[in-house]
């Protein structure tokens, strides 16, 4: 054993038998057994440390969250549990699925129209992966604008060039190919509706192959009855619902008017406010029987990426929960967010998991849940075993690397709230 006397501690050690040798031969064994056991090439679990994308296993990426001085990579999660891939017998109102605010409003989207776009952004994927990463509800905003229906993040009811994302028809033959791809999913659509081209809507959907899918308004439950069950919803092939904020276009094109189905908490940072669930003014209260859906929207008024790891942490568990009692006791069915994919460990998926395990089973978690068991029993399940492991069973392998990349121009936030403030931007 290598080592030095009290002699000539304070001085240096001689070779072979000197301290420097033992702490280089330290350092170097120390080194190896590190190097050893690290996990890499998507060996590395749920919450393991990470270095690269290629070293997270299915269903994960490698990020941090900074924000809250969470600055070493870890494994965190990027996709949902389809909660139908443990308990698939129920009606639809008895599941909670996650939903992308301004699914639309991509960070980077190609800009069409010549112009510098300034506007907010609130999500970093496109809609063909957020649905493959488990995302089952998309808001949408849609203007008249180009003789055609565009995409806008924009105000006062008009769309303008540089608040333009893409023709509208090009998300939703996103969504008809992911129908179709997979025949047991179900997707729903709530639009921010500024379309006043007669039959537009009807026209657009039609045009994008849609129609096939849709679920006909004339068999939407009234007076807050249940839903179909997954199952008969699948079998008929309603496996698309839409709803509009017009109230005209139920009788005139045969499209629901999302305040006679869904009950809604207030989005924006009204919605974030710990402790406290308010209805949106347009809703009926969240504990009204008149309705069998409930949407809550969790995202602040100005959305900023590295803030999202952060609000996708305790805060967004807890509001959960106040939500929960402030409808009776009744779970979500929609959890709306920006940013899903980012968190500091589990994120919306941890809380839709959650969300669903206590509807579903009564568990935890969903991947608790056991089909035909009573409510109550529930599996042993440990955190790595809570994220999909494969893209079969119902969940998919979209990639869920963050772009890391922030738009081309920027703006700051102080000049998108005045265009807020002065111009009325929606959320």
């Given at each position: 054993m290598l080592s030095c006397s009290s002699e000539n501690r304070m001085s240096r050690c001689t070779l072979p038998n000197d301290c420097s040798s033992y702490y280089i031969f330290l350092f170097v064994s120390i080194l190896l057994i590190t190097t050893s056991t690290a996990c890499s090439d998507g060996t590395c679990q749920f919450m393991e440390s990470c270095?690269?994308?290629?070293?997270?296993?299915?269903?994960?990426?490698?990020?941090?969250?900074?924000?809250?001085?969470?600055?070493?990579?870890?494994?965190?999660?990027?996709?949902?549990?389809?909660?139908?891939?443990?308990?698939?017998?129920?009606?639809?109102?008895?599941?909670?699925?996650?939903?992308?605010?301004?699914?639309?409003?991509?960070?980077?989207?190609?800009?069409?129209?010549?112009?510098?776009?300034?506007?907010?952004?609130?999500?970093?994927?496109?809609?063909?992966?957020?649905?493959?990463?488990?995302?089952?509800?998309?808001?949408?905003?849609?203007?008249?604008?180009?003789?055609?229906?565009?995409?806008?993040?924009?105000?006062?009811?008009?769309?303008?060039?540089?608040?333009?994302?893409?023709?509208?028809?090009?998300?939703?033959?996103?969504?008809?190919?992911?129908?179709?791809?997979?025949?047991?999913?179900?997707?729903?659509?709530?639009?921010?509706?500024?379309?006043?081209?007669?039959?537009?809507?009807?026209?657009?959907?039609?045009?994008?192959?849609?129609?096939?899918?849709?679920?006909?308004?004339?068999?939407?439950?009234?007076?807050?009855?249940?839903?179909?069950?997954?199952?008969?919803?699948?079998?008929?092939?309603?496996?698309?619902?839409?709803?509009?904020?017009?109230?005209?276009?139920?009788?005139?094109?045969?499209?629901?008017?999302?305040?006679?189905?869904?009950?809604?908490?207030?989005?924006?940072?009204?919605?974030?406010?710990?402790?406290?669930?308010?209805?949106?003014?347009?809703?009926?209260?969240?504990?009204?029987?008149?309705?069998?859906?409930?949407?809550?929207?969790?995202?602040?008024?100005?959305?900023?990426?590295?803030?999202?790891?952060?609000?996708?942490?305790?805060?967004?568990?807890?509001?959960?929960?106040?939500?929960?009692?402030?409808?009776?006791?009744?779970?979500?069915?929609?959890?709306?967010?920006?940013?899903?994919?980012?968190?500091?460990?589990?994120?919306?998926?941890?809380?839709?998991?959650?969300?669903?395990?206590?509807?579903?089973?009564?568990?935890?978690?969903?991947?608790?849940?056991?089909?035909?068991?009573?409510?109550?029993?529930?599996?042993?399940?440990?955190?790595?075993?809570?994220?999909?492991?494969?893209?079969?069973?119902?969940?998919?392998?979209?990639?869920?690397?963050?772009?890391?990349?922030?738009?081309?121009?920027?703006?700051?936030?102080?000049?998108?709230?005045?265009?807020?403030?002065?111009?009325?931007?929606?959320?």
């Amino acid at each position: 054993m290598l080592s030095c006397s009290s002699e000539n501690r304070m001085s240096r050690c001689t070779l072979p038998n000197d301290c420097s040798s033992y702490y280089i031969f330290l350092f170097v064994s120390i080194l190896l057994i590190t190097t050893s056991t690290a996990c890499s090439d998507g060996t590395c679990q749920f919450m393991e440390s990470c270095s690269a994308a290629t070293d997270c296993g299915p269903g994960l990426y490698c990020g941090n969250c900074p924000v809250i001085d969470k600055n070493q990579p870890i494994c965190t999660r990027g996709q949902a549990n389809i909660p139908t891939s443990f308990i698939s017998s129920l009606p639809f109102n008895k599941y909670t699925w996650l939903m992308t605010h301004n699914s639309f409003s991509i960070v980077d989207a190609p800009i069409l129209t010549g112009t510098q776009r300034i506007t907010f952004y609130n999500q970093e994927d496109t809609v063909t992966n957020q649905l493959r990463n488990g995302v089952r509800g998309l808001m949408l905003d849609m203007y008249d604008f180009e003789n055609d229906i565009w995409l806008c993040h924009s105000f006062r009811g008009q769309c303008f060039n540089f608040t333009a994302f893409q023709p509208a028809i090009n998300t939703l033959r996103e969504v008809e190919a992911f129908l179709t791809q997979n025949p047991t999913e179900i997707v729903t659509i709530i639009i921010e509706d500024y379309v006043h081209t007669t039959k537009g809507l009807t026209k657009l959907f039609a045009n994008a192959g849609l129609d096939k899918y849709w679920f006909p308004v004339s068999k939407m439950p009234k007076k807050g009855a249940d839903w179909p069950t997954i199952t008969k919803m699948v079998q008929e092939n309603y496996r698309l619902l839409v709803f509009t904020s017009d109230s005209s276009k139920e009788v005139g094109e045969g499209i629901a008017y999302q305040w006679r189905y869904i009950l809604e908490n207030e989005p924006g940072d009204g919605g974030v406010i710990q402790g406290s669930c308010p209805n949106r003014k347009e809703s009926k209260p969240l504990n009204s029987k008149s309705a069998s859906l409930i949407l809550q929207n969790y995202f602040p008024t100005m959305p900023v990426e590295a803030e999202a790891c952060k609000e996708h942490s305790a805060p967004l568990a807890n509001l959960v929960g106040t939500c929960y009692k402030s409808a009776g006791n009744v779970m979500a069915n929609f959890l709306a967010v920006n940013y899903y994919m980012r968190s500091d460990g589990g994120g919306v998926f941890d809380a839709v998991d959650q969300m669903n395990g206590r509807t579903l089973c009564g568990c935890s978690t969903v991947t608790a849940c056991q089909a035909g068991a009573p409510v109550g029993v529930c599996k042993n399940i440990s955190p790595s075993n809570t994220t999909p492991a494969t893209n079969t069973g119902g969940s998919f392998s979209g990639s869920v690397q963050l772009s890391g990349s922030a738009p081309t121009f920027h703006i700051s936030n102080f000049m998108i709230f005045y265009l807020c403030s002065m111009f009325i931007f929606p959320l």
